[in-house]
């Protein structure tokens, strides 16, 4: 059977032959190997991100979940606090000690500036 | 032949193609384009989920940051009847558990236990302690929801100004209902990621979580202040029985109001005991017949337009006198000659009468007007009375001898403690004010209420000489020595007066008595009115039953205010320097 195909390589009269080198097929492997190796890379990494991001949220969800009962926790104790430090409750506390609020004119507040306190208190105490 | 199979191949695979693309890209956009929502929905409620994040309610403080209303947090415990046991004689065990431990009725809590719902409440806003409680015992169908709810921890401190909210945390009575639309908190719904463990991923930001909190009240009351004057107010009501008390305290430069009590009162944490009577704020709602406390008003009125000075000399007609054909009398006493000053001082009932006589009827009209009879004082509670106070066209004969003796004007607690703080403040009179700043907890943004001059009543000259003759009504010879205060000159007023019952003033026996004044006279750190309305172990002077109280309230409030005293008083006392 006769070729049909057009010759590609044709000889020209004066001419030196050329015909391309065959390819070793490196670079093409090279190339091959860089972009599958880029390919599994990147699915790596996106699993490895989407599991730290995962990670990361839960984290976060339960630093807030913490957060949040701390400060349910604080506001409790102010409360308590606040509770604790009304006037009724000291009074009640303190009438177990025999404790009692000041007899009108048993306590009395003088002006005086540092220096003359102890004068003041002198002459006070004197009148 | 060859080139035809070719081509035929070739136009085989490419309609082929064509086909499966055509199909793919149909089926893409039916995907991407037609059922997206639908589909994204769908995708959307595997990945996601809906919360809702309640903000706090506002809390409200004293003048110096003590707490008087605030949250407390607690769980409300349901039961999901499907996932609870079904056994009879083990649901009957929780039922009994639960209505223990929960302090629920038994029948009530059996009730829900039958019903067809799917959930049903246990029991709310149940402390978080007893709530771990339950929730040790791991009942299978229990779930744990948290709430919160107002809780006032002074208890029944300034309970009927502060009023109380809801169980679902809206304000209904008191500061906690005027303010309910700063204090409110608000929700905050927001999207979040789950993982596909089903596990919240909620990236919510804490500030804006916070944001949706109420803003914060500060109040000008300052608790201590408060708390001396409830005591004290107790301790009167006990000794002398009255139907009601209440005591006011007012700085009179900034018309700040320092403490406002009264009995009987309620207690806001225990709801099932209040009663519709007790919520009332009596010191503005209320009116009664000031009594004598009114003379001085009237007398600064006198003095203020000139028609009489602090050494006119009236007489008082040894105690009884006859005006309209109506007789007046100085109740037991035979007062002569007295002094503008000496009236005041010794509360002539007659004397006050013809000074009014002096200063005629539109100006006396007018006195009242301007020290806000008549007139709501704006302090900034609902149902505020303006009093009953007419006006000068509707006067009779007699009003102008009864007015300024406190009888026939009703006004309220709050008007009075307005208007003798206009006594107190060389004649201005400051607008009286319960709120002093609101402030955005997150923020830090504040809206501050400044003192606010209302008026001025009367001339610096003429509030001076008033409070010199009231100087005198504590002292020797005076009306009120037991409002005294060792130490400290205290200018005031007392006040009996007899109720008005069916149209009659007598025959009742029924007293308001009062005492208002301030201290130290001449630079007051308050003026303070203490009303008994009703005492009923026999005493109903004003000098007997609330000027004791007055001293004892003052005593405390100027030494935890570390006021110096003004006067010189021998003894043995400790002392407190003040620095």
């Known amino acids: 059977m006769a070729n049909t195909y057009p010759r590609l390589f044709v000889t020209v009269p004066g001419k030196r032959r050329y015909r391309p080198r065959p390819s070793s097929g490196l670079g093409t492997k090279l190339v091959g190997f860089i972009v599958l190796t880029m390919l599994v890379g990147s699915a790596i990494g996106k699993i490895y991100l989407d599991r730290q991001s995962i990670k990361m949220g839960t984290t976060w969800q339960e630093l807030h979940d913490k957060l949040t009962a701390l400060e349910k926790e604080a506001e409790n104790l102010r409360i308590d606090q606040e509770r604790l430090m009304s006037g009724d409750h000291i009074l009640g506390e303190a009438r177990k000690f025999d404790l009692r609020p000041s007899e009108p004119g048993q306590v009395r507040i003088i002006n005086a500036g540092v220096a003359s306190q102890d004068s003041a208190i002198v002459a006070l105490r004197s009148q | ?579």
Request: hydrophobic content about 40%; overall charge positive.
């Open chain 2, 1 to 579: 032949m060859n080139h035809t199979v070719y081509v035929v191949r070739i136009l085989t695979s490419y309609v082929g193609m064509c086909t499966v693309a055509f199909f793919l890209t149909r089926h893409l956009y039916s995907i991407q384009i037609t059922k997206h929502p639908e589909l994204y929905a769908k995708a959307a409620s595997k990945y996601t989920a809906r919360k809702t994040w309640s903000g706090t309610r506002g809390s409200i403080f004293d003048r110096r940051g003590n707490l008087l209303a605030g949250n407390i947090e607690c769980k409300n415990i349901l039961a999901d009847l499907h996932l609870l046991p079904r056994d009879p004689k083990i649901r009957e065990e929780i039922i009994a558990y639960l209505s223990e431990t929960l302090s629920v009725d038994r029948d009530i809590l059996a009730f829900r236990m039958r019903s067809h719902a799917r959930e049903v409440v246990v029991r709310n806003y149940v402390d978080i302690d007893v709530a771990a409680i339950v929730a040790a015992r791991r009942i299978a169908g229990l779930r744990f929801v948290d709430d919160q709810r107002r809780y006032y921890p002074k208890d029944a401190l300034l309970a009927n100004v502060l009023g109380f909210t809801t169980s679902r945390n809206r304000g209904v009575y008191g500061l906690e209902a005027i303010w309910d639309k700063d204090l409110a908190s608000k929700d905050l719904e927001q999207i979040i990621e789950r993982d596909r463990r089903g596990r919240s991923l909620g990236k919510v930001d804490p500030v804006k979580t916070r944001a949706i909190s109420g803003k914060s009240l500060y109040l000008t009351i300052e608790e201590p202040i408060q708390h001396y004057v409830e005591v004290e107010l107790r301790a009167m009501c006990e000794e002398f029985k009255p139907k009601r008390a209440y005591a006011i305290m007012a700085d009179p430069r900034t018309g700040a109001v320092m403490a406002m009590a009264q009995y009987p009162t309620f207690n806001p944490n225990d709801r099932r005991a209040i009663e519709p009577e007790m919520w009332r704020v009596h010191g503005i709602s209320d009116v009664y017949d000031p009594g004598s406390t009114m003379k001085c008003v009237a007398i600064a009125g006198a003095l203020d337009y000139g028609v009489v000075s602090p050494d006119t000399v009236f007489d008082c007609e040894d105690g009884m006198w006859m005006y309209g054909r109506r007789s007046l009398r100085d109740s037991g006493h035979k007062f002569g000659l007295l002094t503008v000053s000496e009236i005041v001082q010794k509360s002539s009932n007659i004397g006050t009468a013809k000074v009014a006589l002096q200063l005629g009827k539109p100006r006396l009209f007018q006195v009242f007007r301007r020290f806000g009879f008549g007139e709501t004082t704006g302090i900034g509670l609902r149902h505020e009375s303006p009093g009953i106070f007419r006006k000068v066209r509707d006067w009779d004969g007699l009003s102008i001898t009864r007015f300024p003796i406190g009888q026939g004007i009703s006004v309220t607690p709050v008007q009075m403690v307005q208007a003798y703080g206009a006594l107190a403040n060389r004649g201005k009179m400051m607008k009286l004010r319960l709120v002093e700043r609101l402030v955005d907890p997150v923020t830090g943004d504040a809206i501050t209420f400044p003192p606010e001059l209302k008026r001025v009543a009367v001339r610096p000259p003429a509030a001076q000489a008033i409070v010199e003759a009231m100087c005198r009504v504590t002292a020797e010879g005076g009306t009120a020595l037991k409002a005294a205060v060792e130490g400290y000159q205290v200018a005031g007023k007392t006040g009996t007066a007899q109720k008005l019952i069916n149209g009659s003033y007598t025959g009742h026996g029924k007293y308001v008595a009062s005492f208002i004044g301030f201290v130290p006279a001449h630079d007051p750190a308050f003026v303070l009115l203490v009303v008994a309305d009703e005492p009923s172990n026999g005493r109903y002077y004003g000098g007997t039953v609330a000027a004791p109280t007055f001293s004892r309230i003052a005593d405390q409030v100027l030494h935890y205010l570390s006021v110096p005293p003004t006067v010189a008083s021998g003894g043995e006392a400790d002392v407190i320097v003040r620095r």
